[in-house]
Each structure stands twice: as C-alpha cells, then as structure tokens.
C-alpha cells in the first residue's frame, strides 16, 4: 500500500483528483469506479475545475457506482444518482449513457444484483475505484459481518449508518432500509483501489484499517491484501498511526 500524508480536506481532494486525472489521461476509456459520501466531495470539485480548465476529457470515461440506496428513484435528492449528477456527471462532458448505478427501483433484488455485475464484467472491469470508508471501517454498504460478501448484494443498513446518514435526510425515519452494493469481492477486482480519509474522527478505524489484523469486522482491512492501493489520509486522519509512513 502507499500512503500519501497530507495536510487537510483540501489536500486529500487534490491528490486523489490528480491520481483520477492522471488515470484518465493515460487512458481516457477507463473505467473508474465511484463514491459517494461527504469524502469524494471535494475530489469532484477538483475534477471538475480541471475540466473546465480544458485539462481533462471525461468523453470516453464510463463509470460505476459503489452503491445505491434501495426504494429511492432518480428524481429523489437523497439517492447516489442525484448526487453523482450534481456534483460530477451533469458538470463534465461524461455522456450519460457512460454512468452507471444500481437501480435502486429495481425491487428484484437478485436480478438487479446480477444486472450490476454482469455489467462491471460487460465493461472490461474497475481500472481504479475510488472509496471513501465508514467509522466502522464499512467500504461501499459492506458492513461490519462475519464474513466478506463476495459479489453485488442487498444489504439491510446497521443502525449506525442509518444514524450516519440520517443527517441527509429529514428524520432517521426517512432514511431507506436497505442499498444495493458492489460486494468486498467486486471492490478487490478493481485494478487500482484509492481511498480517501479525512478527519480526526476517521483516525481510530483508519488505524484499525491499515495496520490492524484483516478481519470481516473491519470491512476495508481486507484492503491489505489487495496488490495496488493508495491511501489518501490527511494529518488528522493519521494521527493515531504509530508506524512509519
Ligand atoms: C458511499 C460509500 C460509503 C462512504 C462512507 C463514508 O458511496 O460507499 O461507504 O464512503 O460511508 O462516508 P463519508 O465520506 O460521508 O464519511
């Protein structure tokens, strides 16, 4: 794993927009696995400013989303497919038909679970997936289990993500049930895995993450066992973080 150490939010943003960019660049077809989240914010901002700039080219990018919260259509604020339109497809010159999600209307589980992966294989496989990570080291909706869930799935949320996530929404109430995720196995296909870590309230799991024992427990430390992943933590994220970087 390489680490990069930066200073803050606006750092993290930066690095991790450069590292897409320079993907994109080197292969303007890639195909870049997405996030949602308060995390990715500021990394689309910066793609986005690029792109206005004239430095990059989205025409040949196709995308795939992590996650979608189930029972929520398109037109719904809260779903990941507003948010992706807002803050990144709707501001780059990314053909629609290039973006992809789970259909979080699909009510057919199984079959949609089936759909997004046959899709992700249909496209040649995630070159770089780009994630943010949960307090309790969730990756995507893959939460804390027994076990590592292997392909796309649907989850029923934990009560902590519900209480996480409730801050998007009216009321905790508001908040769906259950998501569509791409599975640990779907995530540790991706050639290229970057993940994104900001602030001191992340620092106990990264620690837990990174440079604790690989258990189900802690979703994201399977992520030690993957040959290419870049960490992309600010000083407070780090903190608790003993070893040499
Ligand atoms: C969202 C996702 C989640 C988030 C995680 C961290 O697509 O996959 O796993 O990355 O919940 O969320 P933030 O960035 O809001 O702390």
Same mark, same amino acid.
């Given at each position: ?5 930066v200073?803050?939010y606006?750092?993290?943003?930066? &690095?991790?927009?450069n ?5 994109i %660049?080197s292969?303007?077809?890639s195909?870049?696995g997405?996030?949602?989240g308060?995390?990715? %914010? @500021? ?5 986005v400013?690029?792109y206005?700039? *004239? ?8 995308t795939?989303n992590?996650d979608?919260? #189930? @029972?929520?259509?398109k037109?719904n604020?809260q779903s990941y497919?507003?948010?992706?339109h807002r803050?990144?497809?709707?501001r780059?010159?990314?053909p ?7 259909d979080?209307?699909?009510?057919e589980a199984? &079959? ?7 899709l992700?294989?249909?496209?040649g *496989? /995630?070159?770089i997936q780009l994630?943010?990570? *949960?307090?309790n @080291?969730h /990756? @995507?909706?893959n939460e804390?289990a027994e076990?590592f869930?292997?392909?796309t799935?649907c ?9 996480a996530n ?7 109430k ?7 995720t791409m *599975?640990?196995?779907t995530i540790?296909?991706a050639?290229r ?5 900001s602030?001191?309230d992340k620092?106990d %799991?990264v #620690?837990?993450?990174?440079?604790g024992?690989?258990t ?5 430390s %399977? ?5 290419d992943? /870049?960490?992309v933590a600010d000083?407070?994220?780090?903190? #608790?973080?003993?070893? &040499?970087?």
């Amino acid at each position: 794993m390489r680490v990069y150490a930066v200073k803050d939010y606006r750092e993290m943003s930066r &690095k991790a927009a450069n590292i897409l960019s320079a993907q994109i %660049i080197s292969k303007p077809d890639s195909v870049l696995g997405l996030a949602t989240g308060s995390t990715p %914010i @500021g990394t689309y901002e910066q793609l986005v400013e690029w792109y206005e700039k *004239g430095d990059l080219d989205f025409s040949e990018v196709r995308t795939v989303n992590l996650d979608e919260y #189930k @029972g929520l259509d398109k037109e719904n604020k809260q779903s990941y497919y507003y948010f992706m339109h807002r803050h990144l497809f709707d501001r780059v010159n990314i053909p629609q038909e290039q973006t992809h999600l789970p259909d979080g209307t699909n009510a057919e589980a199984e &079959k949609e679970c089936r759909r997004y992966e046959e899709l992700m294989e249909s496209l040649g *496989g /995630i070159d770089i997936q780009l994630l943010g990570m *949960g307090h309790n @080291g969730h /990756i @995507g909706f893959n939460e804390p289990a027994e076990a590592f869930a292997k392909e796309t799935h649907c989850v029923d949320l934990q009560e902590s993500t519900i209480q996480a996530n409730k801050r998007f929404f009216e009321s905790a109430k508001e908040v769906p049930r259950q998501a569509y995720t791409m *599975g640990i196995g779907t995530i540790l296909r991706a050639v290229r895995i970057l993940v994104i870590v900001s602030g001191e309230d992340k620092a106990d %799991i990264v #620690k837990k993450a990174f440079w604790g024992p690989i258990t189900p427990q802690v979703p994201a430390s %399977i992520l030690q066992l993957h040959p290419d992943v /870049i960490l992309v933590a600010d000083e407070a994220a780090l903190s #608790k973080v003993t070893e &040499k970087l």
